[in-house]
């Protein structure tokens, strides 16, 4: 059955991926899922957190936020300490970019992503993980070219969709419509060899079996496949 948008049940929203999207930061992209669009940057500082000085390897953490018109009716800034929601996001953001580093060849070092959804229409986390890996990819190239680096610590390819079930069907990179309306929400990251880095699902109307859970696996797979193609594309890549 046609979506409200006229897509298959299989089919990605329309992606894309501008990059260069900030003048002056290391690496920077804005991607659109949709009618999600979220803009993110790689920061590189030189140094570490305190509890890693002297372990001769780098971090990197993540900060995301919902700008207040990103949303239908205005959303307050959190000027007063981060939601729940943001933490659990911007975490997710992190451990995933980890991932996809060898922490030890990036030397003593701290990149810093910065995820800020500028327009809201459901997938935001998965939109904030595929485009902060294009962003990510071009701070290690500015490092390497600025001769800072000799060899890349990126080791895998990282992307995320999202997958659920509405009405009865399973369904590819959810839509806020989709999303409020889904008996199952799942979040799903992979690395470029198809290894799972976290998987959220939660049954939001009605429990689901395991057929339907490999269902959503497999739906996840196919959209991360294609979303590691076009972030390939971005960055220049065969």
């Known amino acids: 059955m046609p979506r409200n948008d006229g897509r298959s049940p299989d089919e990605l929203r329309p992606v894309e991926i501008v990059t260069h999207a900030q003048k002056y930061a290391e690496g920077s992209v804005l991607i659109k899922f949709g009618n999600t669009h979220v803009l993110c940057s790689a920061s590189v500082e030189s140094g570490v957190p305190p509890w890693l000085r002297g372990r001769a390897q780098g971090w990197l953490t993540a900060e995301y936020a919902l700008l207040p018109r990103a949303t239908h009716t205005r959303t307050r800034r959190e000027r007063n300490g981060l939601g729940g929601r943001t933490q659990e996001i911007q975490r997710l953001i992190g451990r995933s970019l980890r991932a996809a580093l060898d922490l030890k060849l990036l030397g003593e070092r701290t990149i810093t992503v910065d995820c800020d959804v500028l327009q809201a229409d459901g997938g935001t986390r998965t ?112």
């Open 127 to 238: 939109a904030a993980i595929t485009g902060s890996y294009v962003a990510l990819a071009q701070a290690i190239e500015h490092l390497i070219t600025a001769g800072e680096l000799t060899v890349t610590p990126l080791v895998t390819q990282i992307a995320a969709v999202s997958v659920g079930i509405v009405n009865g069907e399973a369904m590819l990179d959810l839509d806020y419509s989709e999303d409020s309306a889904a008996d199952v929400d799942c979040n799903i990251v992979q690395t470029g060899e198809g290894a799972f880095i976290e998987i959220q699902g939660t049954a939001e109307r009605k429990p689901f079996d395991r057929a339907q859970f490999n269902t959503l696996l497999e739906l996840g797979e196919h959209g991360i496949r294609e979303l590691m193609a076009q972030q390939r594309i971005s960055l220049g890549a065969a």
